[in-house]
């Protein structure tokens, strides 16, 4: 190839004095492209509503718990009244579920029922949060020797039989938590729930809560070394207030993604040990304990068994999705 050089490109440019003027603010603003100031939170909102199943899981859930939580007060009936002349009747105007072999409303039971595993779940997830979030960050934050302890207890309590420990320690706790409450110390609420709920909380707090620490351990091994951990601990700051003031805080994401994705779980196993007939005690109603009722007659009165599980399996299903699609929305490497 041979280049021609006695070809020249005429590069002059006709400029005025004009040309050098400053411009006018309009013209400043024309050019100017101002970004939307958003936050993580924010762009983690956004990214959500994106998610259409997330979206109407999202619905779901808050359609659940207003069945669970308002529904019962609009009822005519309570939970343990018993209608004499109403035993086994298919669903109907009067009782849109039926009822029971006592005669009682099944709607207003499986309500109830829905808001003892709501309930259950919460209450676990939260427990489960607060343990599991302190002694993991605790852990990662002192290493060494501390965190190998710390981490080896957490392995110990991972690998026992999760069910076993659960129905021991239910029996094991039933008598001395019934004696409490019939000795009138337990009051309102606690109560209302009885102590085959308190004594699943209990068992939620000493076993799962090592997934949560597992979780939050590795974490904080990552953030511990960042600049701004360094430079907090150069201004002075002491182990709780770096903690809670610095590596806690940017744990958020991973920690709500987690305790949602606990809640399901928690109902699971809740309705799972009343099914068992070690879960609620009666006459309240739990959606695994009403399953359980309807086996006797499973094969005259199916829907009383069609009802609680769906119930049961629509909770369940929109939880999962809802955290799934929290999981894609606070994970800042999916940001596009």
């Known amino acids: ?115 003892i595993s709501l309930l259950i779940g919460i209450g676990s997830a939260v427990i489960v949060l607060v343990i599991g979030s302190i002694y993991g960050a605790i852990s990662g934050l002192a290493g ?25 320690l239910r029996i094991v706790l039933h008598e001395p938590l019934t004696k409490a409450f019939d000795s009138g110390k337990a009051f309102g609420v606690l109560q209302t729930l009885g102590p085959g709920i308190i004594a699943m909380f209990i068992v939620y707090g ?23 951990i360094s430079a907090a601990r ?3 700051a002491n182990n709780k207030r770096l903690i809670y003031k610095h590596l806690l805080p940017n744990c958020v994401g991973q920690l709500v993604v987690t305790t949602m994705l606990q809640i399901p779980s928690a109902i699971f196993t809740e309705a799972f040990l009343s099914f068992l007939g070690i879960g609620v005690s009666k006459p309240l109603a739990s959606l695994g304990s009403l399953a359980s009722d309807a086996l006797s007659g499973i094969s005259s009165y199916p829907y009383r068994l069609m009802f609680p599980a769906v119930a049961i ?24």
């Open 1 to 115: 190839m041979i280049l021609d050089n006695s070809k020249k490109f005429n590069c002059e440019v006709d400029l005025s004095p004009d040309d050098f003027k400053p411009v006018t603010k309009e013209v400043q603003q024309s050019l100017i492209t101002m970004g939307e100031n958003t936050s993580y939170w924010k762009d983690a909102w956004r990214r959500l509503k994106e998610n259409k199943i997330a979206m109407i899981a999202l619905v779901a859930i808050i359609l659940i718990i207003g069945f669970a939580f308002i529904g019962p007060f609009l009822s005519p009936y309570t939970y343990d009244q018993q209608i004499r002349g109403h035993e086994n009747l298919f669903p109907c105007m009067e009782h849109p579920f039926g009822t029971d072999k006592l005669g009682r409303d099944l709607l207003v039971r499986t309500m109830v029922g829905a808001r």
């Open 144 to 168: 060494g020797k501390i965190d190998t302890v710390m981490m080896r207890i957490v392995e110990i309590i991972y690998s026992l039989p999760d069910m076993l420990v659960i129905i021991l």
């Open 206 to 228: 000493l076993l799962y809560w090592v997934g949560m620490a597992r979780i939050v351990r590795g974490q904080v091994l990552q953030l511990k070394e960042m600049e701004y």
């Open 234 to 236: 150069a201004l002075g």
């Open 313 to 336: 399996s629509i909770i369940i299903l929109a939880f999962n999705l809802f955290g799934d699609g929290l999981r894609d929305a606070l994970d800042p490497r999916l940001k596009r």
